[in-house]
């Protein structure tokens, strides 16, 4: 069974930084790109960043470039997203989302960390 | 690319066919994803690359569309449809989500 397990999230101020994990299990990790995707309050769904099998290639949404960093560690199945300048707008249930391609469609997602930015 | 999804709701009663669009800023070729979200939970894939169902996908649910325009047909409604219902495309970086289609029941 594919599992998708998010951690890290909670509350921040504006400019702070927070390091999100997903611990995955079920399935060859090393082998599939990996995405993150959020959801503000209400609000629809946004993608955010991507990361391929190996680690080598990665994408952003403008909206996080040069603020966010995504990574992975194959050998702990485990995802990373590094947010730092934190702001208000980045408030929302962070998703991690196992891709069937590096281009999505997402077939496995988590159940989500929520990030409140907020002083 | 920028997807709009209509209409932003779809009031309809268990049994009745629900007609849901998405168009596409530009060409996506195919590359077109179905998602479904009920409140407190995560996005399920219905549809990848247009017209194909996700695994364990119920048959009502189908697909159809290419280049700008997609669509996604229940055939009949059940309870447990009514739920909010999101097309991404997977064509070009960034990946983008429609607004959603909230379907209702009247």
């Known amino acids: 069974e594919v599992l998708l397990l998010e951690s890290g999230g909670g509350l921040v101020q504006p400019g702070g930084s927070l390091r999100l994990s997903c611990a995955a299990s079920?399935?060859?990790?090393?082998?599939?790109?990996i995405s993150w995707a959020r959801q503000a309050p209400g609000k629809g769904l946004e993608w955010v960043s991507v990361i391929s099998g190996s680690g080598s290639n990665t994408y952003y949404a403008d909206s996080v470039k040069g603020r966010f960093t995504i990574s992975r560690d194959n050998a702990k199945n485990t995802l990373y997203l590094q947010m730092d300048s934190l702001r208000a707008e980045d408030t929302a249930l962070y998703y991690c989302a196992k891709g069937i391609r590096a281009s999505g469609p997402f077939d496995y997602w988590g159940q989500g960390t929520l990030v409140t930015v907020s002083s | 690319i920028v997807l709009t999804q209509s209409p932003a709701t779809l009031s309809l009663s268990p049994g009745e066919r629900a007609t849901l669009s998405c168009r596409a800023s530009?060409?996506?070729?195919?590359?077109l994803a179905w998602y479904q979200q009920k409140p407190g939970q995560a996005p399920r894939l219905l549809i990848y690359?247009?017209?194909n169902r996700a695994t364990g996908i119920p048959a009502r649910f189908s697909g159809s569309g290419s280049g700008t325009d997609f669509t996604l047909t229940i055939s009949s409604l059940e309870a447990e449809d009514f739920a909010v219902y999101y097309c991404q495309q997977c064509y070009n970086w960034p990946l983008t989500f429609g607004g959603g289609t909230k379907v209702e029941i009247k």
């Open positions: 690359d247009a017209s």
């Open positions: 530009q060409s996506l070729n195919s590359y």
């Open positions: 079920g399935f060859t990790f090393s082998t599939y790109a």
